[in-house]
């Protein structure tokens, strides 16, 4: 069975501009989750999403960051414009349901380090 | 007070000791409680998860969950060198919709 699959790996821009990270969770998960995660800490949750609902954003940046997951299987996270303090990894998970077992499958992250 | 707490470490043990590590969480209504080890430059890996109180064992690990004192630890059995990581306490609750709160992990490094 395929894991999550996150690209891109690696992102290197300058501050100001835009940047778009791409997550494909395991098949037949319907929840999925972008975390945050800077060095030394743990991921911080920027949205989750149940099947194609945003149903949890509160602790996305909306000013700069958008998401979405059309019909409710790949999601796509953008920041824009980027700042020097996006910098970090960006973590994308799934979960096989909304109330299941709450364990995380996780991606290999896209590292974005704005200049 | 952060919601999932856990020491930084780093944590050293000797090769084929026991390695206990310790997280304490704030909101008592959680229900789910997850550690997930992460190497260095690799994303988080789920090793346990626990839903009830008492002990779980899978290997040479074993999570321990006091609800009561809001705390949960993992105890990992003839620690190998292999095992050197950051581990991450996860907790689930039911404010907020079922989100999974991270600590900020705990280095573990294993000497040979």
């Known amino acids: 069975e395929a894991g999550v699959v996150q690209s891109p790996r690696y992102k290197i821009i300058e501050k100001k501009q835009p940047v778009a990270f791409w997550c494909n969770p395991i098949?037949?998960?319907?929840?999925l989750y972008w975390y945050l995660q800077n060095l030394g800490q743990g991921p911080e949750l920027l949205i989750r999403?149940?099947?194609?609902?945003?149903?949890?954003d509160s602790q996305l940046p909306k000013d700069r960051f958008s998401a979405e997951r059309l019909k409710g299987v790949d999601s796509t996270l953008k920041i824009q414009p980027a700042e020097l303090g996006d910098s970090a990894v960006y973590l994308c998970?799934?979960?096989?349901?909304?109330?299941?077992?709450?364990?995380?499958?996780f991606g290999e992250g896209s590292r974005l380090t704005v200049l | 007070q952060k919601e999932v707490e856990q020491n930084s470490g780093p944590l050293s043990v000797p090769e084929g000791a026991i390695a206990s590590l310790n997280c304490t969480y704030s909101?008592?209504?959680?229900?789910?409680f997850f550690w997930y080890r992460q190497y260095s430059g690799k994303s988080p890996e789920l090793i346990m998860s626990?839903?009830?109180?008492g002990d779980k064992e899978d290997g040479r690990f074993t999570a321990q969950l006091n609800k009561a004192s809001q705390y949960v630890s993992l105890l990992i059995r003839d620690s190998q060198p292999s095992d050197s990581a950051t581990y991450l306490c996860?907790?689930?609750?039911?404010?907020?919709?079922?989100?999974?709160?991270f600590g900020a992990g705990t280095r573990l490094f294993v000497k040979a």
């Open positions: 998970a799934s979960s096989p349901g909304a109330e299941g077992t709450g364990e995380l499958f």
């Open positions: 098949s037949g998960h319907n929840t």
């Open positions: 999403y149940e099947n194609e609902e945003a149903v949890d």
């Open positions: 909101d008592r209504v959680s229900q789910s």
């Open positions: 626990i839903y009830s109180n």
């Open positions: 996860a907790v689930m609750g039911n404010t907020g919709g079922f989100k999974t709160i």
